[in-house]
Structure formats: C-alpha cells, structure tokens
C-alpha cells in the first residue's frame, strides 16, 4: 500500500472512530417542569436559557434539556415530574417545589420559585438545605405586610378586601396567614376567597360581596396560569388587584411587589451549572432576591376609576401606561 493510501486509509478510520465516540457520548439531561404553557413562559425560559449558554451548556450539543408544560393542572405536573425521572435527568428544574421532591429524593433539584421553602418543609433551612432541593427563595409571607402597605397607599379608604387563595398549595395558606397578620395590625378586614381548582374561579367571583374594596392574589401555579381570567373578572367587579410578579401586571392587573422573575430563572440556570460540574445541592444555599419592584398599570387604574396619587406613583419602579 502507497504511504497515501495507508495516511487516507488511517485518517478515515480515525473519522469513523471519532463519530461512534460521539454518537456514543452520552450528553446531560436537564428536566424542566414547566408549571403553565410555552407562551406563558417565555420570558422566563429564554431567560434560562441564555445564561446556560452563556456558561457553555447548549441544547443538543453540551447538553439536553426536556421541556415538559402543565397548562396549569397540578395533576399533570406531578406526572411530569415522574416522567423526568424515567429519563435519568440529571438535574429538574421546577417550580413550587412540592411535585418535584414527591418525584425524587435523589435526583438533584433547582426550584426558581419558592414560597417559603422552610415553613413548608421542603428544606432544613436557607444556609444548609440538607437534601436534594435548593433554588431561590421568594419568601412570600415575608413580603405580604409590604404588600398591605401598598394597596393602603393607593386606596387610602381600603377597610376591606379579599384574597384569592388556592387553599391546596401550602405556600399560599402560609402567606395568606401572614396577609390576614399584617392586615390585622392596620385595622383591615380580610375575607378568604377559596379555590381548588381553575372551574372554582369564576364562582368565587360571582360570590363576591360588593363591600369588599380590592384583590389580593398570592402567586402560585394556578394563579399564573389564569392570571388572565383573574384580572378580567377583577376588571368586570371594578376591582383593584395586588400581585406578587410582574407578569401579572401585563396580563390586565393593577398593581404587583415581588422580584424579577426572569432574573430568578437566569440564577436557576447558574445553580444548574455548578450541579451539572459535581456540586451537590446541599451544599448550595437557598438564595433570596435582594430587589423587588413596585409595578403599576395606570391603563387599569383608568378603567376601574382609580384615581391614583402622585405621591404614590412616585414609589412605582415602573408605570405601564
């Protein structure tokens, strides 16, 4: 054989060897649990997405990411967390945190939302999680006082209000606690408006009392998912609404207080990072924003006759007009 031939002959199998190495690498699997639908979330997944490629992990080439959508059924979202399982995902990604730790105790787990992950028994404490859960922390019953004083503000003759609570979501019923606390201090009424489901929705509404002054909507799976029809309805009452995210405000309600959402799921892809290079998530503190924004929709205001003041619009860190 000519010295060319064999150089060819070499190189080509040195090719086909390379591919099989490849076809055969087996890549890392990141679960997503998407607690509503693609739409719903894409902020909130791109957001995700650009800061793992930032760090090197890029779908179908450093890594694989399963996306799994729940449109909103707690049901389904605990299958999807099953499902994840079977596919030997490395890491889940979630929300909420309940389905997820009901799917694995084992599988590493980075949850960007949580309600109040110690209250609620999903870790030990902040510093120290101790099991196979970490993430970012809202601390939502913390932030319902802070809450209170903002709807005080912008209704100053505010006696009476309800809030909206998925009573089968542990984080709501603790925040709820800490709304009917905070209010009781400054002399509110607070009536609970209980729901299991999205068909209760509409007739919670309808039970309304026309004494009753505004909304207060703690965020969760189900009220993310029907934030819509929420703030339709609270439009329809004429009532002012008080939410925990941005987002809420741009699907049509009054006001919110809560963190950067999309800024909590780019930190969820950085604890995805250090997992996926061999830290364990215990060893990785459960994290809490240090930046909430004061969101108000002054289409809103305009559309249920709510005069707000100057003094308050001046706390506002952002006005959608």
Do not use: C
């Amino acid at each position: 054989m000519r010295r060319r031939d064999f150089l060819t002959a070499v190189s080509g199998i040195a090719a086909f060897s390379s591919s099989r190495v490849t076809a055969q690498t087996k890549l890392p699997v990141i679960g997503f649990m998407g607690a509503a639908t693609p739409s719903a979330w894409a902020p909130w997944t791109a957001s995700f997405g650009r800061r793992l490629n930032e760090l090197g992990w890029v779908d179908g080439k450093t890594v694989k990411i399963e996306y799994r959508w729940a449109e909103g059924s707690e049901e389904r979202y605990a299958q999807i967390g099953a499902e994840l399982v079977k596919l030997h995902a490395n890491v889940l990604v979630a929300v909420g945190g309940d389905s997820a730790k009901k799917a694995t105790s084992t599988i590493p787990i980075v949850v960007a939302l949580m309600a109040d992950p110690v209250g609620t028994g999903l870790v030990a404490s902040l510093a120290r999680p101790g099991g196979n859960i970490t993430g970012m922390s809202i601390q939502s019953p913390d932030l319902a006082g802070k809450r209170i004083e903002f709807l005080r503000e912008a209704l100053p003759a505010l006696k009476r209000f309800a809030i909206l609570t998925w009573v089968d979501y542990p984080g709501t019923v603790l925040e709820a606690g800490a709304v009917y606390a905070a209010s009781k201090k400054v002399g509110l009424e607070v009536v609970t408006l209980s729901v299991h489901s999205a068909s209760d929705i509409e007739p919670a509404f309808a039970s309304f009392d026309p004494q009753l002054q505004a909304l207060y909507v703690p965020p969760n799976l189900l009220m993310n998912t029907n934030r819509i029809l929420v703030n339709k309805l609270a439009l329809q009452h004429r009532l002012p609404t008080m939410h925990g995210f941005r987002e809420y405000v741009d699907s049509g309600g009054l006001m919110s207080y809560g963190p950067n959402t999309a800024s909590l799921f780019r930190r969820a892809a950085e604890y995805v990072d250090k997992i996926l290079r061999g830290a364990k998530p215990e060893e990785l503190p459960v994290e809490q924003p240090t930046e909430f924004d004061l969101v108000v929709n002054l289409k809103v205001a305009k559309a249920i006759g709510l005069e707000l003041s100057p003094s308050f619009l001046a706390r506002a860190d952002q006005v959608v007009e």
